[in-house]
C-alpha cells in the first residue's frame, strides 16, 4: 500500500509531528496577518477620500461670495449635462434591454449582449474626442436634421409596424432587418441638409450642451443597458410562459408580467446612468466648451464640476481659497453620486430579494 | 385586430431602438476605424491651377462643399503653409506623377517637383530628410508599403519636438507601464478583502463591504483629487523632505508621477477586484470546502490551497475589468502626473530601470491634447483619432488576452463552478 512519505515520518516520530503543526501554525499566522493587513490598508485608502475632502475643509473658513456663485453654477453645468446624457441614455438602454430580454433570438441576444458591454470599455475620452472632432462640427449646420430624425425614426418605424407588423410572427431578428433604416434616414437627412444650404438652427457655441449629452449618453447607454438587462432577465421564463398560456400575447406579457416584476431593477439602471453622468469627466471636457453659463438651453456652452477639477486643480496652491472650493465641489460630487449608487443597491436588492422569493 | 396592431407597434419601436443601438456601435466602430487609420495612408499630391495665374502644390487636408484647404511646402515652420482656396477659382486639378513629397525630421512636409536637392534647396530652414516619395506615381502595392511604414513609425518612435509629428511609443510605453504597475499594486491587496470577505461576517467584515460598495461607482476624478491632494502634496512632499531635501525646492516625489497614478488608479478599480474575487470564491461549492477540512485542513489552508486556486477565473475576471477600467482613466491623470511630452522614459536602461518618481506620457492624454490644446489643429485631430485608435487597440488586446487565459482556466475548473 502506497504510503505518503511525509505523513507517515510526522506520524511516526512525535518531534517531527511538531515540528509540522509548527510549521502550519506559523504559515496560517502570516497568511492571517497579510490577510488582515491588506484589508486594513484597503479600507485605510477608500476611507482616505472623504475623509481627505473632510479634512481639507477643516477648520470651516467659509468661503467668498463669489465662490459660492461659481460653485452654483458649475453643479448647474454637471446637471444640464447628465439630464440630457440622461434623455439619450435612458430610453436608449432601456428600450434596447426590454428588446434583448424579452424579444430577442437568443443567438442576436448572444452577439448584442456582450457588445454593448464592450462599449463600456472604450475610453470616455475617445467619446470625447469623437463629439469634440465629428460631432460638433456637423452639429454647427445640422441641428434642424438631427431633430427631424428624431420625428422620423420612430413615425417610419410606427408606420412600418402599422403596415407589416401583423404579418411578422417573430420579432427575434427584427433589430437586423430594420438596420437599414437609421443609416437611409441619416443619409437622407445628409443629404437634404447639404442640399438645402441654410442654416434652420445655429447653436450659440460649436461645442454645446446637446454635443455633450450626446457622447455622455453613448458613454452611459452600456451601463444602463446591462444593470436593466440584467434586472429583466433575472424574472424566471415560467412567468411569462404562464402568461403566454392564458392568451397574452409577448407584448401583453412584457407590459403585465415582466415589467411590474423587473421595474425596480429599470429605476435601479437609470439612477446608475445618471450617477455616472454626474461624474463623467473627459466629455465633458472636451465636448462642452467649458464655458460657465448656467441656464438649460441646449444649444449654449456649459463647465461641469469634474472638468472645473480637471482644469484648474492642478495648478492651484493647497489650502487657498480656490482650492478649498473646489474640495467642496469634489466632496458634493462625491456625496451625490455615492447617495445614488446606495439608491440603486437598496432598489436592486429588494428587487433580489422579491424575485428569489417568487416560485421559479 | 387593433390589439394586435398596438403590440406590433411598441414591439416594433423596441426593435427599432437596438437597431440604432447597432447601428451606433458600427458606426462608432468604422469611425475609429476610418479616422484612425487615414493619417497614415499616403495622400496625393495636387497641383492647383487658378484662374489668377497661380500654381499651388501640395495635398489637401479638408474640403467643403465650396472650398478646400491645401497643405503646401511649410519651409519655415511647422504649419506655415495652409491656404484656403475657393473651388470656383480652380482652373485645372493634376496630380503631376514626378511630383515629390518630403518628410521632414522636425515634422515639416516639403513638396516639390523634380529631385529632392532642388526641392530641398528650397526650405529656409534646414532639417534632415526622413522619407522621400512620390505618392503619385506609387501603385497600389508600394502605397500599402508606405502605409504600414508609417504606421509603424507612428508606433515606433518618439515624437519629434513640434509633438506634431513623430511617433507615441513613450506614451504607448507609459500607458502599459501604468497599468502594469497598477495590476501589481491592486491584485494582491484586493484578493486579501476578498479572502477577508469571504471568511469574516462581523462588523468589521460588513464595514469594510460598506465600504467598498459605497466607492464602487464614484467618479474617477475624485480619486484623481485625492491622488492630488494626499499622495502628491501630502505623502509626495514628506517624502521629499525626509530623503530628498538636498534636491528641495525642485520636487522629486512631490509632484505628479507614475508611482502616485498607479496608486490612484489602484485605489480606484480596488472595488471592480474586491466584488468579483469574492463573487467567485462564493460560486465555488460548499463541498469542495467541507472536504478539505473532514481531510483535516484549517479554513484557511482550504481558502489558500483549494478555493482561490479553483476561483482563478473570477481573480482574472476581476483583472480584466480593472485593466479596462484604468486604461480608459485618463481624468485624474491629469492631476497626478502625465504629461504632453516628458523629457525621460518612467521605464529605460538606466538602473533601477523603473522610475516612480518621473512624469510619464498616456495615450488617452495625448488623445485629449492633440485635439484640443494641439498648435496645429489640421495635423491635431488625425493625430488624435490615431492615438485614440491605438489607445483603443491597446484596451482591447490587455482585455482579449486576459479573457482567452479565463477561458482556458475556466475549461480546467469547469467541473466545479455550479
Excluded at chain 1, 288 to 306: E, F, W, Y
Excluded at chain 2, 289 to 316: I, K, M, N, Q
Excluded at chain 2, 319 to 347: C, E, F, S, T, W
Amino acid at each position: 500500500m502506497p504510503v505518503n512519505p511525509v505523513t507517515c515520518d510526522a506520524l511516526l516520530s512525535p518531534d517531527l509531528a511538531g515540528a509540522h503543526a509548527r510549521a502550519r501554525r506559523r504559515r496560517e499566522r502570516v497568511r492571517r496577518a497579510l490577510v488582515g493587513g491588506g484589508t486594513a490598508l484597503v479600507m485605510a485608502g477608500l476611507l482616505a477620500i472623504p475623509l481627505f475632502l473632510l479634512a481639507g475643509l477643516l477648520p470651516w473658513q467659509g468661503l467668498p461670495d463669489d465662490a459660492w456663485q461659481r460653485l452654483g453654477v458649475l453643479a448647474a453645468g454637471s446637471l444640464r449635462a447628465a439630464a440630457f446624457a440622461a434623455l439619450v441614455a435612458v430610453p436608449l438602454g432601456l428600450a434596447t434591454a426590454l428588446f434583448t430580454a424579452h424579444f430577442c433570438a437568443p443567438r442576436l441576444r448572444g452577439w448584442l449582449k456582450p457588445s454593448l458591454e464592450m462599449l463600456e470599455a472604450l475610453p470616455t475620452v475617445v467619446l470625447g474626442l469623437v463629439a469634440t472632432a465629428t460631432l460638433a462640427p456637423w452639429l454647427k449646420t445640422e441641428v434642424a436634421t438631427l431633430l427631424a430624425l428624431l420625428v422620423a425614426l420612430p413615425a417610419v418605424l410606427l408606420a412600418l409596424a402599422f403596415a407589416f407588423g401583423a404579418r411578422v410572427r417573430r420579432a427575434g431578428w427584427l433589430p437586423l432587418w430594420l438596420l437599414p433604416l437609421p443609416v437611409a434616414l441619416v443619409a437622407i437627412g445628409l443629404a437634404l441638409g447639404a442640399r438645402s444650404g441654410t442654416v434652420a438652427i445655429a447653436p450659440a457655441n460649436p461645442w454645446n450642451a446637446l454635443v455633450v449629452g450626446l457622447a455622455l449618453g453613448v458613454a452611459a447607454l452600456p451601463l444602463v443597458y446591462s444593470v436593466a438587462e440584467d434586472a429583466l432577465f433575472l424574472v424566471p421564463r415560467e412567468q411569462a410562459q404562464a402568461a403566454f398560456a392564458l392568451g397574452a400575447t409577448r407584448w401583453q406579457a412584457l407590459t403585465t408580467v415582466v415589467l411590474p416584476a423587473a421595474g425596480s431593477g429599470l429605476v435601479a439602471a437609470v439612477l446608475l446612468g445618471v450617477s455616472r453622468c454626474l461624474g463623467e469627466t473627459m466629455v465633458v471636457l472636451m465636448a462642452s466648451g467649458n464655458t460657465p453659463i448656467a441656464g438649460v438651453d441646449p444649444l449654449t456652452g456649459l463647465r461641469a464640476i469634474s472638468a472645473e477639477l480637471a482644469l484648474v486643480l492642478p495648478d492651484t496652491a493647497p489650502a487657498s481659497t480656490t482650492w478649498r472650493s473646489l474640495l467642496l465641489a469634489a466632496l458634493a460630487l462625491l456625496a451625490v453620486t455615492a447617495l445614488l449608487n446606495r439608491l440603486a443597491e437598496a432598489v436592486r436588492a429588494r428587487l433580489r430579494r422579491r424575485l428569489q422569493g417568487l416560485p421559479a | 385586430m387593433i390589439r394586435r396592431r398596438l403590440d406590433a407597434a411598441g414591439t416594433w419601436l423596441l426593435a427599432g431602438t437596438a437597431a440604432l443601438c447597432i447601428a451606433l456601435l458600427l458606426g462608432l466602430l468604422l469611425l475609429l476605424l476610418r479616422a484612425g487609420l487615414a493619417p497614415f495612408w499616403p495622400a496625393p499630391v495636387i497641383e492647383l491651377s487658378l484662374h489668377d495665374g497661380r500654381v499651388l502644390l501640395g495635398e489637401v487636408v479638408s474640403s467643403e462643399p465650396d472650398s478646400l484647404v491645401l497643405r503646401g511646402s511649410e519651409r519655415a515652420r511647422i504649419g506655415d503653409a495652409y491656404s484656403r482656396v475657393a473651388l470656383a477659382d480652380i482652373a485645372m486639378r493634376t496630380q503631376p506623377p514626378d511630383a515629390l513629397a518630403l518628410q521632414l525630421a522636425d515634422g515639416r512636409r516639403l513638396f516639390g517637383r523634380g529631385d529632392e536637392a532642388a526641392v530641398l534647396a528650397g526650405a529656409l530652414a534646414p532639417a534632415r530628410v526622413l522619407e522621400a516619395t512620390r505618392p503619385n506615381a506609387d501603385g497600389p502595392i508600394a502605397r500599402i508599403g508606405l502605409f504600414a511604414r508609417a504606421a509603424a513609425r507612428f508606433v515606433g518612435t518618439r515624437p519629434d519636438a513640434s509633438a506634431l509629428g513623430g511617433g507615441m511609443l513613450p506614451a504607448l510605453l507609459g500607458t502599459v507601464t501604468l497599468v502594469l504597475l497598477m495590476s501589481i499594486l491592486v491584485m494582491p491587496l484586493g484578493i486579501a478583502t476578498a479572502v477577508y470577505l469571504h471568511q469574516r461576517r462581523g462588523f468589521l467584515a460588513r464595514s469594510v463591504r460598506g465600504a467598498v460598495n459605497l466607492l464602487a461607482g464614484v467618479p474617477s476624478i475624485v480619486y484623481g483629487v485625492l491622488g492630488l491632494g494626499l499622495f502628491v502634496h501630502g505623502i509626495g512632499a514628506g517624502i521629499d523632505r525626509w530623503f530628498y531635501a538636498e534636491r528641495l525646492p525642485v520636487p522629486t516625489f512631490g509632484s505628479g508621477g507614475l508611482l502616485w497614478a498607479a496608486l490612484t488608479l489602484a485605489l480606484l478599480t480596488l472595488p471592480v477586484v474586491v466584488v468579483s474575487v469574492e463573487e467567485g470564491l462564493a460560486r465555488i461549492p460548499a463541498g469542495l470546502r467541507d472536504g478539505a477540512l473532514a481531510l483535516g485542513a484549517t479554513g484557511d489552508e482550504a481558502v489558500w490551497g483549494l478555493l482561490l486556486p479553483a476561483a482563478r477565473p473570477a481573480v482574472l475576471t476581476g483583472l480584466i475589468l480593472a485593466v479596462a477600467r484604468a486604461a480608459g482613466a485618463v481624468a485624474p491623470l491629469m492631476l497626478v502626473g502625465v504629461v504632453k511630452l516628458a523629457p525621460a522614459l518612467p521605464l529605460d536602461g538606466t538602473f533601477p530601470y523603473l522610475h516612480p518618481s518621473r512624469q510619464f506620457m498616456h495615450l488617452g492624454f495625448e488623445v485629449y491634447d492633440a485635439a484640443l490644446a494641439s498648435a496645429d489643429a489640421i495635423r491635431g485631430v488625425p493625430r488624435a483619432y490615431a492615438c485614440a485608435l491605438l489607445l483603443v487597440v491597446v484596451v482591447v488586446v490587455l482585455n482579449l488576452s486576459a479573457i482567452l487565459l479565463r477561458n482556458r482556466l475556466r475549461e480546467r475548473y469547469r467541473a466545479l463552478e455550479t
